[in-house]
């Protein structure tokens, strides 16, 4: 089966029960690049966010947006959180993450048909309007490669929002439920080692008697970028 890549994510675990869990979902995780580093919403909220997020100055956050915005306008980032290549990523995280402690870079990995799946459902409805950071980078078909600077950690499943931001299973408290009906284990990263039966689990996650939120429900791939 082809995995196609979703993008990178810079996270900054916060333990759970003890435990840390390795999803990109900031329900679970911090954001190293919130809605706060975007060129919008200059407010004195978003400045709050990304002090809290980052530890960041109002002067470096400014410095930080502008970078942020010719890294779009040249389209190695997209809205929101998401890098399209590790060059970008590690350039950010050298030029304003180099204080933070315990962050992990993140790669999101769609298998055939959820990508398609998922291209076919957030593709944009307007033609004056751009497709959210991870349509646009699945619409590159970057295949996934075996890269020496990759670890497979596990699978996460995702809910996505249109706005691009997303939820983990680890949101609800469906994890019992879903390894009984599926022969799913946790792993020491807080992510499925394997999924026998992953069209029948996708129908699951996507079925409204779930209670999950009603938002499309995916299954990926996550690599630990070195």
């Not at 956050?61 to 915005?69: F, M």
């Not at 026998?196 to 939120?213: F, H, I």
């Given at each position: 089966?082809?995995y ?5 994510y810079?996270?900054s675990?916060?333990k ?7 999803t990109?979902?900031d329900?679970?995780n911090?954001s ?5 580093a975007?060129?919008?919403g200059?407010d004195?909220d978003a400045?709050?966010?990304a002090?809290?997020d980052?530890?960041v100055?109002?002067n470096?956050?400014k ?11 040249q ?9 399209y290549?590790v060059n970008?990523?590690?350039s950010?995280?050298?030029?304003f993450?180099?204080?933070?402690p315990?962050?992990v870079?993140?790669a ?6 959820e990508?398609s799946?998922?291209l076919?459902e957030?593709s944009?409805?307007?033609?004056d309007m751009?497709g959210?950071?991870?349509?646009e ?7 996934e490669e075996p890269?020496?600077?990759e ?11 249109m706005?691009?931001?997303f939820h983990?299973?680890h949101c ?8 009984e009906?599926?022969?799913?284990h946790l ?5 499925i ?11 699951y996650l996507?079925?409204?008697?779930t209670g ?15």
């Amino acid at each position: 089966m082809n995995y196609y890549l979703g993008g990178y994510y810079w996270i900054s675990l916060c333990k759970h029960n003890g435990a840390d869990l390795y999803t990109a979902s900031d329900c679970i995780n911090n954001s190293m690049m919130g809605y706060w580093a975007y060129p919008l919403g200059r407010d004195e909220d978003a400045l709050k966010s990304a002090y809290h997020d980052i530890n960041v100055e109002s002067n470096e956050l400014k410095r930080l947006r502008q970078w942020v915005d010719e890294k779009l306008e040249q389209q190695h980032l997209g809205w929101i959180s998401i890098f399209y290549d590790v060059n970008t990523a590690k350039s950010y995280e050298a030029t304003f993450l180099a204080h933070i402690p315990d962050k992990v870079l993140l790669a999101l990995y769609f298998p055939d048909g959820e990508a398609s799946d998922f291209l076919e459902e957030f593709s944009p409805r307007d033609t004056d309007m751009g497709g959210i950071g991870l349509y646009e980078q699945l619409s590159r078909k970057i295949k996934e490669e075996p890269l020496a600077n990759e670890r497979t950690l596990g699978f996460d499943l995702i809910g996505i929002e249109m706005g691009g931001d997303f939820h983990s299973f680890h949101c609800h408290s469906i994890a019992g439920d879903l390894f009984e009906k599926f022969g799913l284990h946790l792993n020491s990263y807080g992510l499925i080692d394997h999924i026998p039966d992953p069209d029948a689990l996708s129908r699951y996650l996507n079925d409204e008697e779930t209670g999950l939120e009603p938002v499309p429900w995916f299954i990926v791939k996550v690599k630990l970028v070195k």
